[in-house]
Every structure is written in C-alpha cells, then in structure tokens.
C-alpha cells in the first residue's frame, strides 16, 4: 500500500498528468470536427444522389 501511495504521489507531482489531460481534450475537439465534418458532407453527398435520381425518372 506505501508503494501506490508512492507512484499517486509522484504522478500528482509530475507534469505528465496535466500534460495527458490536454491531448485528450484536443483529441476529443479533433474528433468532434471530424464527424461533424462527416455528418456534413454526408448530407450534401445524399442531397446531390436525390437530385440526380430525381432528374433521372
């Protein structure tokens, strides 16, 4: 039990802490303008493909 209180201890100490805290924030921004871009784009590509089916009958 001394040993765990020794590594939270070091760990609280340390900059790696804070430091994996922001790239997990800025991988869940990336990741949120990814699928946001996605969902966009999807959308356009299925109004384009109405369009053309509509033009076609």
């Keep these: 039990m001394k040993g765990l209180a020794k590594k939270v201890q070091r760990f609280l100490v ?3 802490g804070p430091t ?3 790239y997990a924030v800025m991988l869940a921004l990336i990741v ?4 946001t ?3 966009a784009i999807g959308t356009n590509a299925s109004a384009k ?3 053309a089916a509509n033009a076609l009958t």
Excluded: G, K, N
């Design 14 to 16: 340390s900059e790696d």
């Design 20 to 22: 994996a805290v922001e």
């Design 32 to 35: 949120i303008v990814c699928l």
């Design 37 to 39: 871009a996605v969902r």
């Design 49 to 51: 493909f109405q369009e």
